[in-house]
């Protein structure tokens, strides 16, 4: 969940009016790392069979594009799916929750929790958490203006272990992870997250869980392997970052696109295949990598839920689930859950 480099476009478009800290509608907590993993990632994902890369290594500036124009594309449901239950059941979600302060994990341009922002009457502390500080500047700047009785505590950096961030508590607290976000995590880091989510959530406090929905496989193959090539481009780039961080020489001719939904472990799986034998240097890493013909790299997990399988990851937290939002097709959902009371670890 963290990019290598944050390489969106630095612009200060809001400033601060004059007035004391505490007062400031925009307040910023510093809390990046300077420590990058990728060397360690790309050594123990790639010096090993089979071969695995976080998907946190799509993201640098091409590839935050071809994610937003995947997006777009017809057969990528997930985000209109999502956006639709959002701006409908936006006003449900804040009457059940009534947060004084809505923290939102990896908030990006914070499109999707503005329907909440749309939604909420009155006063309301809004804690973005995002490992870009510039694009989380941009999107406070767009609130500000719209919410004016909005306050912005932002926190720079990663959140896999939201209980070490300085989250505000002066109030009830709505605490979102959206965009099926959480669908790229492995069982155990997803119980991770919401376990260490979990132990700072006091009985007012609400979480939203934005999922992606297990369904006909045809339906999920095709978002993953859409006509334009998008997902493509966006698969392979993640070489074009290795090669630029790590000095290496990829060539991107020498792999394919694949991705398949396994009905058996329920999730998507993007790899990278190669096309025939060949060897890869990365100095920066100072590896050097094997390929067989017909050898894949796995780029990225992206895992889909049942409603039975929901309910065990929240329960897996000690959380429960008090709402359930789903479309008629049952495509996609949003769980409102509250910490389960009594439970301790
Ligand atoms: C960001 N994440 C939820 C997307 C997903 O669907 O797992 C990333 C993505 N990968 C390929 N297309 C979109």
Same mark, same amino acid.
């Given at each position: /969940? ?5 390489? *969106?476009?630095?612009?200060? /478009? ?19 790392? %300077? ?14 069979? %089979? ?26 449901? $997930?985000? *209109? ?9 936006? #006003?449900?979600? /804040?009457?059940?929750?009534? $947060? !004084? ?17 749309? =939604? ?27 919410? %004016? ?38 069982? !155990? ?9 979990? &132990?700072? /959530? ?41 090669? &630029? ?5 990829? &060539? ?21 295949? #190669? ?32 409603? !039975? ?5 929240? =329960?897996?937290?000690?959380?429960? =689930?008090? *709402? ?22």
């Amino acid at each position: /969940m963290r990019l290598p480099v944050c390489f *969106r476009p630095v612009a200060r /478009m809001y400033q601060s009016p004059k007035q004391t800290a505490e007062a400031a509608p925009y307040r910023v907590h510093d809390r990046s790392q %300077p420590t990058d993993t990728l060397v360690e990632d790309v050594r123990a994902g790639l010096g090993t069979s %089979p071969k695995r890369l976080p998907a946190k290594y799509f993201y640098d500036e091409t590839g935050s594009r071809l994610f937003e124009a995947i997006c777009a594309t017809p057969e990528y449901y $997930p985000t *209109r799916t999502e956006d639709a239950l959002l701006r409908m059941h936006a #006003a449900e979600i /804040m009457d059940l929750a009534g $947060p !004084a302060i809505l923290v939102e994990f990896g908030s990006g341009s914070a499109e999707k929790s503005e329907h909440l922002l749309a =939604a909420q009457d009155g006063e309301l502390v809004y804690v973005p958490v995002d490992v870009c500080e510039p694009v989380i500047e941009i999107a406070a700047h767009r609130l500000l203006g719209r919410f %004016p009785a909005l306050r912005v505590e932002a926190i720079v950096g990663e959140y896999e272990r939201p209980g070490d961030l300085p989250l505000p508590d002066s109030g009830a607290r709505l605490f979102a992870l959206i965009g099926s976000t959480i669908g790229n995590l492995a069982e !155990a880091e997803a119980v991770d997250f919401l376990v260490s989510l979990r &132990r700072r /959530m006091g009985p007012a406090d609400r979480f939203l869980l934005g999922v992606d929905r297990v369904k006909p496989t045809a339906v999920l193959n095709a978002a993953y392997n859409d006509a334009a090539g998008l997902t493509a481009a966006f698969n392979l780039n993640v070489l074009d970052v290795l090669n &630029r961080e790590l000095a290496g020489d990829f &060539r991107k001719q020498e792999f394919e696109h694949l991705a398949f939904f396994d009905e058996h472990k329920e999730q998507v799986e993007m790899h990278l295949r #190669a096309l025939r034998k060949h060897r890869v240097h990365l100095p920066g890493a100072e590896l050097v990598v094997d390929f067989d013909a017909g050898e894949t790299l796995r780029t990225e997990i992206s895992r889909k839920f049942t409603r !039975a399988s929901l309910t065990r990851l929240l =329960a897996a937290a000690g959380m429960r =689930a008090l *709402r359930h939002f789903t479309p008629e097709n049952e495509y996609f959902s949003l769980v409102l859950a509250a910490a389960e009371s009594g439970h301790n670890g």
